[in-house]
């Protein structure tokens, strides 16, 4: 059974730095497999997801949103099964629960991914 657990959430204020850490446990092929990190905010649905930045299966190619480029790095480490999220210079309205899931092709689409953690609520404070 796969598990998918985000770790790295917490209050912080703005102009801070946080680092999420996302660990797939269960699939002996995750270097096979794109990654992606996702935000959700109060009255939007699971679908309504917005994709903060993906990463490919060998880590050489990413994306992120607008919002995010210049602030949030994406990367993953294949021997620990686990990708990271950080995220620099954090604003209000960075404010939302952080998703992490795996897809079999990527992309910004949630409907890509397979697999999802239970997500790790990041608080910005003004």
């Known amino acids: 059974q796969v598990q998918v657990e985000e770790s790295g959430g917490g209050l912080v204020q703005a102009g801070d730095s946080v680092m999420l850490s996302c660990v797939v446990s269960g699939r002996r092929t995750f270097d096979k497999y794109a990654m992606g990190w996702f935000r959700q905010v109060p009255g939007k649905e699971r679908e309504e997801r917005e994709c903060?930045?993906?990463?490919?299966?060998?880590?050489?190619?990413?994306y992120y949103t607008d919002s995010v480029k210049g602030r949030f790095t994406i990367s993953r480490d294949n021997a620990k099964n686990t990708v990271y999220l950080q995220m620099n210079n954090l604003k209000p309205e960075d404010t939302a629960v952080y998703y992490c899931?795996?897809?079999?092709?990527?992309?910004?689409?949630?409907?890509?991914?397979?697999?999802w953690g239970r997500g790790t609520q990041v608080t910005v404070s003004s």
């Open positions: 899931g795996v897809s079999p092709v990527g992309g910004a689409r949630t409907d890509v991914y397979d697999e």
């Open positions: 903060v930045a993906t990463i490919n299966y060998s880590g050489d190619t990413t």
